[in-house]
């Protein structure tokens, strides 16, 4: 995702059983790729059967994650003192508190008016592990690859379970680039790969403070770290997506081939304080204020919304 751009991400998975919904083949849909837009290219498209549709997004067949998904976060880079002040352990608490407190919340609701013939997505979350790498184990220069690898060496050493319905995010200290488009294309990505046999859901997070004016809606923060700050709208953006689209082949929209956080990238809905600039928020809870992108629900009509129910915006 980059700031102003349509954000898709590069997720592939098993098709659902699918007793009550008619599956068609359609040549040539625009279907996400991961990196900032879409391409056409066959998808199924599926009639309603039990889902909810018919809300400006559409349900191709796939699963969603069911239950109580757990969040794992891998932290890469100098986090104790790196080279920008959001380089920092006070980063590292902000983002913990955030993925704590937004499990159940109506931010975090929104996503429930999602599911498959056999779940519905909860809106509950856990941060179930942390784990902090050595410093820079890889370099300062990561492909897409280096980023499953990391993922991977992570889990086959037992620093985190291997989990099948968890999502790990690596998140990057501001003086290491994802060559593969970070700034320019996306501020963040979410994707799914096989490793050690299994089905694991992944996310790259950059720190926004390498390219503000790229990733971060304000450098004046309600927390006064515009990097934790930014981080945060991007965690949640790819979280969204990841959750109701891990496999890239359930949720998005037939007509742009975006997913529902990439509908309202950028927009901030109503905000509870400040404005977007200064000190900007639209959320609140674990004790902090936060400026999230919007999620699209797929529910009365479809639209961007800051909670479940709320009033849609387009802004």
Not at 121 to 131: C, D, E, I, K, R
Not at 173 to 192: A, I, K, L, P
Not at 268 to 296: H, I, P
Request: aromatic share 10%.
């Amino acid at each position: 995702m980059r700031k102003g751009l349509v954000t898709v991400l590069l997720v592939f998975a098993t098709l659902s059983y699918m007793s009550a919904a008619t599956i068609k083949k359609e040549a040539q849909q625009l279907v996400p790729t991961g990196k900032g837009y879409a391409v056409p290219g066959t998808a199924n498209n599926v009639q309603r059967g039990t889902v909810n549709q018919g809300n400006g997004i559409n349900w191709h067949g796939g699963s969603v994650m069911p239950n109580t998904p757990n969040i794992y976060l891998i932290w890469y880079g100098n986090w104790k003192n790196g080279p920008k002040p959001s380089d920092s352990t006070t980063t590292v608490n902000l983002v913990n508190s955030f993925v704590t407190g937004i499990s159940g919340s109506g931010y975090e609701m929104i996503n429930s008016t999602y599911g498959d013939n056999t779940n519905n997505v909860t809106g509950n979350v856990a941060l179930a592990g942390s784990v902090m790498l050595p410093t820079y184990p890889l370099g300062k220069a990561l492909s897409d690859g280096q980023i499953n690898q990391i993922v991977g060496k992570v889990i086959k050493l037992g620093k985190l379970p291997s989990d099948t319905n968890g999502i790990y995010f690596v998140l990057t200290t501001s003086d290491v680039n994802e060559t593969s488009g970070f700034c320019t294309v996306y501020c963040g990505w979410h994707t799914h790969g096989t490793i050690g046999g299994k089905d694991i859901k992944y996310s790259f997070i950059g720190n926004p403070d390498r390219c503000p004016s790229g990733c971060e809606a304000q450098t004046s923060s309600p927390n006064n770290d515009s990097g934790a700050d930014g981080m945060v709208s991007i965690i949640a953006h790819e979280m969204e997506e990841a959750i109701s689209d891990p496999d890239l082949n359930a949720w998005w929209s037939n007509s742009s081939g975006g997913e529902n956080a990439d509908l309202c990238a950028w927009k901030f809905g109503t905000l509870l304080g400040g404005s977007v600039g200064n000190k900007g928020y639209n959320e609140t809870w674990g004790g902090f204020n936060w400026l999230v992108q919007m999620n699209w629900e797929n529910a009365r009509g479809g639209g961007c919304d800051n909670f479940l129910g709320g009033p849609f915006h387009n802004n």
